[in-house]
């Protein structure tokens, strides 16, 4: 299978598995709230907007963290990829506008004031990331805000996961982990991270790192 193929396929089973294994018991398994760093992050991120507006909430899963986005009064429009998610969001939240729609194939023009994307680019190949930036910027307002997330993985643990897949004969790149929690998964560098951000023409305001994740706060330029 060549490589294009196969990430397509990496796509389709994890909304499969999504819709089917994981959407009926998020909340059971995961919880609702978020953990301290996404706790103080998410707080930055809001405190930029000075006043209530529009928020994107992308890969919005089972609306996890759309309750801190309508206690601030914010008109929140949720996405996901999975319809199962977008289901078990819509039972908590109905007064929601909710769409199916991929990180990936985001429309938006300069729609809002902010946006966040929480818990989900470890799902992004290194081909998709690029396009997914610019998709962010493209759908903020002129000086609108992003809050997203980066899933942390340990280095010999990456490195196994590419041996693994080149002994399995998988058309992977270094960084990629096909089985982690049977879906895939990419953990690019920060400074790769950093320079996809310059390159989608957003500003880095601020970065941490906390409960296995890097955060990061940008601005459309």
Known sequence: MDRSSWLQERRREAEERYDTLWAPFYDEKWGVYPNASHLQFIR????????????????????????????????????????????????????????????????????????????????????????????????LKPGGYLYFTVEIAAEDEIQEAWVRGQELGLPIVQGEWPDQDDVYHYYPSMQQVREWIRQAGLDLLEEGEGDGYHHFVVRRV
């Open 44 to 139: 930055k991120f809001l405190g930029h907007l000075a006043e209530p507006g529009r928020v994107l909430d992308a890969a919005c899963g089972a609306g996890r963290y759309t309750p801190m986005l309508l206690e601030e009064g914010h008109i929140v429009l949720g996405i996901d990829q999975s319809q199962g998610m977008l289901s078990s969001a819509r039972s908590k939240f109905p007064g929601v506008q909710l769409e199916k729609v991929g990180l990936q194939e985001m429309p938006y023009r300069e729609a809002f004031d902010g946006a966040i994307c929480m818990d989900a680019m470890e799902h992004i190949s290194p081909e998709d990331w690029p396009i997914v930036l610019v998709n962010f910027h493209r759908a």
